[in-house]
């Protein structure tokens, strides 16, 4: 036996196995192996000169050059990032179960370049544009630095298509997040601190619902306390491993 599949509880493997519907909600600590950095290394690290502010319309508004080029140099990292074992553990489940449910709040298409099929983005991806209005999707295969182009169809400075601080989430997204969310039989949290609403309050509602509640992430979460099982360590091992141990011809 694998030695990761040891931390794997049986109560989990058993549900997985007899599940209808899997629902998961990732966050940023999914991508962390692919060296993609979380929103907390970001503060710390390399990004740290580029503030949380940045992501506001306003700051857009303010200086769309510094904006742009964060976005444009964020674009060039994922690009070069390759989906993890994590990434890849989840798009294999997905083939297994009945209905499966992948709810994202990652902007970096990594789960989409590991097979995964239907992913809900909920705060959209850097991969896409639009124009400031909000209006048009604009076409754009290879980003520059320098002040962002303009909407060849309304004028406005073309943005990526991404949530900002303040802004709503796309309505079709929430509505079948929170439906998926409510009515599964498991329900996955993966590498989210679950601080940013509404994607936090998913737990809660599959809790509500009745689902088995799982947190998979090495450090401890305001969702650790109230979920019915915790896996601590990353993604990246145990996922391909929960994998292994519900379906041991997954590999
Ligand atoms: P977060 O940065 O607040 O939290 C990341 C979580 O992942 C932490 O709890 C951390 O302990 C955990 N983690 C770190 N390494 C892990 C690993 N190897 N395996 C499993 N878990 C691991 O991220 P968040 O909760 O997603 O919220 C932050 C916001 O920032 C979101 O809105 C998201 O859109 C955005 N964001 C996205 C990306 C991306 O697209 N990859 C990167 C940074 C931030």
């Not at 907390?40 to 949380?52: F, M, V």
């Not at 319309?57 to 080029?69: H, K």
């Amino acid at each position: 036996m694998h030695p990761d599949m040891r931390v794997i509880p049986n109560e989990l493997i058993a549900a997985l196995r007899t599940a209808r519907r899997v629902t998961v909600l990732t966050g940023a600590g999914i991508s962390a192996e692919s060296g993609v950095p979380t929103f907390r290394e970001a503060q710390a690290g390399l990004w740290s000169h580029y503030h949380p502010e940045d992501r506001h319309p306003d700051a857009f508004q303010r200086n769309p050059q510094l904006v742009w080029e964060w976005y444009v140099w964020r674009r060039q990292l994922v690009s070069a990032a390759q989906p993890n074992a994590g990434h890849a553990a989840l798009a294999v489940m997905q083939t297994y179960v009945p209905q499966w449910t992948l709810i994202t709040q990652n902007v970096d298409g990594l789960h989409q370049r590991a097979g995964s099929q239907g992913v809900i983005e909920l705060h959209g991806s850097l991969l896409r544009y639009v124009c400031s209005a909000r209006q048009h999707i604009v076409s754009l295969e290879a980003p520059a630095m320098g002040m962002p182009p303009v909407c060849p169809r309304c004028g406005s400075l073309v943005r990526p298509d991404v949530v900002w601080f303040g802004e709503p989430l796309p309505v079709a997204a929430m509505v079948e997040a929170f439906e998926a969310a409510a009515h599964c039989d498991v329900f996955l949290s993966i590498g989210t601190s679950g601080v940013v609403q509404p994607a936090a309050s998913l737990p809660l509602e599959a809790l509500a619902g009745g689902a088995l509640t799982v947190e998979i992430n090495p450090d401890e979460t305001p969702l650790s306390r109230r979920v019915d099982l915790t896996l601590r360590g990353p993604a990246g091992q145990l996922l391909p491993a929960l994998g292994r141990a519900a379906w041991p011809d997954a590999d």
